[in-house]
């Protein structure tokens, strides 16, 4: 069983919706799209931003619950939907979440 975090000791590096995190992740992706003359040779490419992924992992804190999939969460870098959750314990350990999310459009 792994231990809860009372809140007593804080062991990261911030807080995300009252989550004490451990790490955090976020890559800002896009699309590249080569453009190609008549006989197929590269002439330029045209890149398109998409949006914003965000992976934490959190400690579970004195709650102990998960947020739901479909939540907003701040991840600092502006709102993201929360699209997955994983839930880590070991023994002798705090009880950790892996939140995953998609940027909000703007």
């Known amino acids: 069983m792994a231990i809860t975090n009372t809140g007593g000791q804080d062991f990261g590096t911030s807080t995300i919706g009252g989550f004490i995190t451990e790490s955090v992740?976020?890559?800002?992706?896009?699309?590249?799209?080569?453009?190609?003359?008549?006989?197929?040779?590269?002439?330029?490419?045209?890149?398109?931003?998409?949006?914003?992924?965000?992976t934490a992992t959190v400690q579970a804190g004195t709650g102990g619950s998960a947020p739901?999939?479909?939540g907003d969460l701040d991840f600092g870098a502006g709102a993201f939907v929360i699209t997955e959750i994983s839930e880590n314990e070991s023994q002798g350990?705090?009880?950790?979440?892996?939140?995953?999310?998609?940027?909000?459009?703007?």
């Open 25 to 54: 992740s976020i890559t800002n992706g896009s699309e590249t799209v080569e453009l190609k003359d008549g006989q197929g040779l590269p002439v330029g490419l045209v890149i398109i931003p998409g949006l914003s992924t965000a």
């Open 93 to 106: 350990d705090y009880k950790r979440f892996t939140i995953n999310g998609i940027a909000k459009p703007a």
């Open 68 to 70: 739901a999939v479909g």
